[in-house]
């Protein structure tokens, strides 16, 4: 069975759907207006984690059949604790709702009248929202015809009218680097693309994949893998392209307005310079259809996870309460949510990434028991123990030995530890097969 061109398109609109979400559409503005002139160096390190690890992601996942069978290879253990985390940063309790509190209140909220309820006004907006997300959600086999062909045309059309309009009539004006990324520009844009969350959704997204290519009747493993690639690489390539268009108004913005905490405030100055008050309303269906998409790629591969874990838990019902919860999270408010993200993601992207690339070599090391404990371990605790310092917990002379790692400071202590991790697993190898 073949998968015809027109598919294999619209399996690729819907993955970069359930990719595109609220990060993806602030932060590439903002690293933009923050790098200015080396906004070059900074963007390529935000797609490697942005895009070329999440798409290698989804590769891996359908390689190894399913994220349990890779996490296995660390260990049964790991699995458990290391499949709730990630369940716990991309589902209800992080993601999802921000997935909704991002839109309202990047682009709803600014547009009110003044005096307005905020609080009530973001429960109306987030009911329908996930309402909607449900719907979506409850008919997965309809992913396809409503996010691949209708939603993400929709939502990269209102992405090139706004480009093409930048283009024509903005202003444009860069400035100089500020920050870190003056200092190291590609590693700060690496690490921002932690903050778009794709690598640890790709986990997930892998499944979303794989199901939808056997419901077209792609069921070997190899065709699944190869379509999985050629969907995966279009879907990435059209990450790219709207990410460049999106650093590129914040590169030609970042000598026009002062900087801000958050790349929507710069978005919202681009589209009001261009539109006038009727950008609003592009701006806002912008926000509100790729966050729209993203959660409901979210509440699927949640729930179609765990319906072939426990198939006691229908496929419905962990629509229904998943989303119920992400309802009820999401109204605690932005920043709440956004202050849990960053040492969540500086704890687990580590060990996301070392799980790709050892995926991806995996038939070169299978033979290898201790590679994958090994390296998975010395990440993860070097990651983890970041991520404690980043929450102000005191570790005394841990932080000292840390902070002796390469690059430790810029978050990247667990490279050179994989590193060291992966011989000593060679090691370990060579010692066990001369006891043999």
Not at 28 to 39: R, V
Not at 106 to 126: C, D, I, R, T, W
């Amino acid at each position: 069975m073949k998968l015809n061109k027109r598919n294999t398109l619209f399996i690729s609109f819907m993955l970069f759907s359930m990719f595109f979400g609220a990060g993806n559409l602030i932060f590439p503005p903002f690293l933009g207006q923050n790098a200015g002139s080396q906004t070059l160096p900074a963007l390529l390190g935000f797609l490697a984690t942005g895009v070329v690890l999440p798409v290698l992601g989804v590769v891996v996942i359908s390689q190894a059949d399913g994220l349990n069978k890779l996490t296995d290879r660390v260990g049964k253990t790991f699995t458990t604790i290391f499949t709730l985390l990630i369940f716990l940063s991309i589902g209800p309790g992080l993601a999802i709702p921000r997935a909704a509190s991002v839109p309202f209140e990047m682009a709803v909220a600014p547009y009110l009248p003044e005096g307005s309820n905020l609080k009530l006004f973001m429960l109306g907006y987030s009911l329908i929202f996930f309402l909607l997300a449900a719907w979506l959600s409850l008919n997965p086999n309809k992913l396809v015809e409503r996010m691949g062909s209708v939603l993400t045309p929709i939502l990269l059309l209102l992405m090139v009218v706004l480009f093409a309009a930048f283009l024509i009539g903005g202003k444009n004006q860069a400035a100089p680097a500020q920050g870190a990324y003056a200092d190291s520009p590609f590693l700060t844009g690496f690490r921002e693309g932690y903050l778009t969350m794709d690598t640890i959704a790709a986990l997930n997204f892998g499944v979303v994949i794989a199901a939808t290519l056997r419901s077209y009747g792609i069921s070997s493993n190899r065709s699944i893998i190869s379509y999985t690639l050629k969907t995966g690489a279009l879907a990435g390539g059209l990450l790219a392209v709207v990410y460049i268009m999106l650093a590129y108004m914040g590169y030609g913005s970042s000598g026009v307005y002062p900087l801000q905490d958050n790349g929507a405030w710069t978005l919202r100055c681009i589209v009001a310079q261009l539109f006038g008050e009727a950008g609003a309303i592009l701006l806002a269906s912008i926000f509100t259809l790729a966050c729209l998409t993203t959660c409901v790629g979210l509440i699927t591969s949640l729930s179609e996870y765990f319906s072939e874990m426990y198939p006691k838990l229908s496929y419905k019902a962990l629509v229904i309460v998943t989303t119920i919860f992400s309802f009820l999270v999401c109204n605690q408010g932005l920043n709440t949510i956004l202050s849990i993200s960053v040492p969540v993601l500086e704890a687990i992207y580590p060990m996301c990434i070392a799980l790709i690339l050892l995926g991806l070599c995996h038939r070169w090391i299978s033979r290898n028991p201790y590679i994958y404990p090994c390296v998975i371990g010395g990440v993860g605790l070097v990651s983890v123990l970041y991520a404690l310092e980043t929450c102000k917990v005191p570790l005394g002379f841990v932080s000292t030995l840390l902070s002796y790692l390469p690059f430790y400071s810029l978050s990247f202590g667990w490279v050179s530890v994989g590193l060291v991790m992966g011989l000593l697993s060679l090691l370990l190898m060579a010692l066990t097969r001369k006891k043999a």
